[in-house]
Each structure stands twice: as C-alpha cells, then as structure tokens.
C-alpha cells in the first residue's frame, strides 16, 4: 500500500514537473520573442537597457525623451495594461484645436503606436520584456485573454446562426403568404418584406458583433495590416487646395504622427529614417502615400509602423512632403588647405 502511495506521489510529482518545464518553456519563448521585438522596434531610441540617452536616436528626438524604462520606482506604478495602451493605441493630433486627449491619456506623437503593425500577443511579448528592464514581470494572463477571444468569438457565431435562423424563417414564412395571396387572387402579390425587417436588423447587427470578434481573435496571433495593400490614390488637386493640404500635412507630420522622431528635416529631427530635406525631389507621390499607410506591405522587415492614417491624412502629408525641396548640399573640397 505504502508503495503503491509512493508510485502515485512520484506520478505526480512527475507530472507537475513536466507542467513547470512547459510552462517555463513557454515563459522563455514569450520572453525571447519580446526582446527581439524590442530590439528591431524600440532599442533605437528606448536604448539595449531602456535607459535614457542610450539608443542612438534618443538625443536627436525632440522632447519629451523617451522614459527611462529602467526606472522601477516610476515603471512600477504603471499597469502592464497602460504598458499595452501607450504601444497600441491611436494616435492624438496635439495641434491646437487638435483631437480632444484626456488627462490620463497618453498622447506623445514621437513615441509610435504598434496597433496596426503588429499582433496583440507580439504586444504583449513586447510588454513582457520592457518589464524585465525594471526588474518585475508580466502579470497579465495572456493566455486568458487569448481564451476569452476565443470564447467571444464562439458566442458571436452562435448568436449569428440564430439570428440567421430566424431571418429565413421569417422570410419563408413572409414568401409563402404572399404565393398563396397571389394563388386566391390569381394575380401577382409582392412580398412583404416589412414583415420580418425586424428580424433582417437582427442579423445584421449579429453579423456586426461576428465581424468585430472574428476581427479581435484574428489580431491577437495575426499582423493586422499583413497581406493588405494599399490602393493607388488619386492626388490630383488644384494648387491651392495643396498648398492648404500641405500646410495641414506639416502639423500632422509633428503633432500627430511624430516622423520628426525618427526622420530629420534641416537640423532638426531623428535619424532612424533618411532624412527628408529633399523628399519632394526624391520621393513619389504615390509611392509615400501607400508607404505610410502600410509600410510593411511593401517592406515586412522595416522598422517604421503603420500608424493608421486616414486617407485623408495620408494625403495631406504627402503634399506635405512634396514641399521639401532643400538645395543640394554641395560636395566637399578637394583643395588643400592654405
């Protein structure tokens, strides 16, 4: 008896152990995603170690610099969730009149948003790892939150099937009135299709709630902007509607969408990116309008995200951009000093 209890005991022991080394296993790869993560996205100005001044774009960048994600007395008091809100969220235009930003809202344009550029578990990775930089860990359940999706998303299909169930129920009872209607009067007679609109309503809003939960669970493993491509645009307009979207592309080029981080113009700005002194002689139109609006799409391992600009912001800072026409600088002298 004493054996047997003994056999079971290491069975168990066993398999708990088993359960640490998977679990451990599936920490580690989380976390190693994380770092290269944060290494192809957010060691330029963020730095190896978070500190500040240690990327080599963090001097360059107009303030506010970037945190220091070291830091522990002031990363602690943030949640993981407000971590995942400032790399995943829309961006703020800070202009005066601009978009209206809440006072816990952060809303700094040269620090990117990632929403449209990589999967909420790539986020969470990234979250992950910024935590180890401060000496603390994830607290999150990630895999909950996969669950939950997942469930959502099970609920939502069976919410439309029934929606989608009662629709042609009611329809063919709608259509079978109107053929006898029309057998009794030996005439034609229309369907009456005010009969069962309160269930066609229905179904559409359950196709609604389907698309946003299929959409949900779909970004939670997959790139959102991966496979997309951008249409051509049409940027045809009379000089002074450009010159009007120009003036307003200069703003969101700062105050909303923050390039003057990671590109420089004159003096001024980061140098991740080229510099764009000279963008309205180097650059397409058209080109620079599907470029910020799906960059991977046209180059998956660079390391500008998309930052969910509108059409018409797009537009906007291509005119924008169009204006840039530095001289060319001029070649360095070959004569020897006097």
């Known amino acids: 008896m004493k054996a047997a209890r003994l056999q079971v005991m290491g069975a168990v022991?066993?398999?708990i152990g088993i359960w640490a080394?998977?679990?451990?296993?599936?920490?580690?790869?989380?976390?190693?995603?994380?770092?290269?993560l944060y290494a192809h996205y957010c060691l330029h100005c963020h730095g190896e170690h978070g500190r500040q001044n240690e990327g080599f774009n963090w001097s360059s960048?107009?303030?506010?610099k970037p945190k220091d994600l070291?830091?522990?007395?002031?990363m602690g008091t943030f949640k993981d969730e407000e971590i995942f809100n400032t790399i995943s969220r829309d961006m703020k235009d800070t202009s005066p009149g601009g978009d209206k930003i809440g006072d816990d809202e952060f809303a700094v344009p040269t620090m990117p948003t990632f929403k449209y550029t990589l999967s909420e578990d790539e986020i969470w990775a990234i979250v992950g790892y910024v935590r180890t930089l401060h000496g603390m860990k994830l607290e999150f359940k990630v895999e909950e939150r996969k669950k939950e999706l997942a469930d959502a998303l099970q609920a939502a299909q069976a919410k439309f099937d029934q929606a989608k169930q009662t629709y042609e129920a009611a329809e063919k009872k709608a259509s079978d009135e109107a053929e006898k209607k029309s057998e009794a009067l030996k005439k034609d007679v229309d369907v009456d299709e005010a009969s069962y609109a309160k269930e066609q309503a229905a179904m559409a809003l359950a196709k609604k709630d389907l698309?946003?939960?299929?959409?949900a669970a779909n970004n939670f493993s997959t790139r959102p902007g991966k496979g997309v491509n951008v249409a051509r645009p049409d940027l045809?307009?009379?000089?002074e509607q450009a010159a009007q979207l120009?003036?307003?592309?200069?703003?969101l080029y700062s105050?909303?969408?923050g390039c003057n981080g990671c590109h420089s113009v004159g003096e001024e700005g980061g140098k991740v990116g080229p510099a764009l002194d000279r963008a309205g002689f180097r650059l397409n139109g058209t080109w620079v309008y599907r470029w910020v609006k799906n960059p991977q799409a046209m180059k998956p391992e660079t390391r500008m995200p998309a930052l969910g600009l509108s059409d018409a912001d797009a537009k906007a800072v291509v005119m924008y951009l169009g204006t840039l026409r530095a001289a060319k600088p001029e070649p360095p002298s070959n004569k020897p000093a006097s």
Do not use: I
């Not at 960048?61 to 506010?64: A, I, L, R, T």
């Not at 698309?211 to 959409?215: C, G, M, P």
């Not at 045809?236 to 000089?239: A, F, L, N, Q, S």
């Not at 120009?246 to 703003?251: H, R, S, T, V, W």
């Open 255 to 257: 105050n909303k969408y």
């Open 21 to 36: 080394l998977v679990a451990g296993g599936c920490a580690s790869e989380q976390q190693r995603k994380g770092q290269e």
């Open 61 to 64: 960048m107009p303030d506010p």
């Open 246 to 251: 120009a003036e307003a592309g200069k703003k």
């Open 70 to 74: 070291s830091n522990k007395s002031e």
């Open 211 to 215: 698309d946003a939960a299929q959409l």
């Open 13 to 15: 022991a066993g398999l």
């Open 236 to 239: 045809t307009v009379k000089p």
